[in-house]
């Protein structure tokens, strides 16, 4: 079992920053990714940003290359999401999750432990 925790939502003006922590325990060797999702109301949870566990190297949605940086910090155990450049459109629920499959990072359904969520709201 992997516990996830996230942390670090709250609201920002438009083109603000927020930096977004995650902190996995219990059997993190089972872990194979890290991954950040978003969800806004009405619409489904999507892929933002996915750190694979032994090596750091780091994917994206395409569309939040060079806003959103992923990366773990000096614990290893503590993942950070940090978004600069922020947009209203940006405002959903902000989840964490831990694969331990080795497959498929950007897919919600391939993570099998997911933290409670923390909501981002940017205002214009």
């Known amino acids: 079992q992997v516990h996830i925790e996230e942390s670090g939502g709250g609201l920002v003006q438009a083109g603000g920053s927020l930096r977004l922590s995650c902190v996995a325990s219990g059997r993190t060797f089972n872990i194979f990714y890290i991954g950040w999702f978003r969800q806004a109301p009405g619409k489904e949870r999507e892929f933002v940003a996915a750190?694979?566990?032994?090596?750091?190297?780091?994917y994206y949605i395409d569309s939040l290359k060079g806003r959103f940086t992923i990366g773990r910090v000096d614990d290893k155990n503590t993942v950070y999401l940090q978004m600069d450049s922020l947009e209203p459109e940006d405002t959903a629920v902000y989840y964490c999750?831990?694969?331990?499959?080795?497959?498929?990072?950007?897919?919600?359904?391939?993570?099998?432990?997911w933290g409670q969520g923390t909501q981002v709201t940017v205002s214009s």
């Open positions: 750190i694979r566990w032994s090596s750091d190297y780091t």
């Open positions: 999750a831990a694969n331990p499959n080795g497959v498929d990072w950007n897919v919600p359904a391939k993570y099998e432990y």
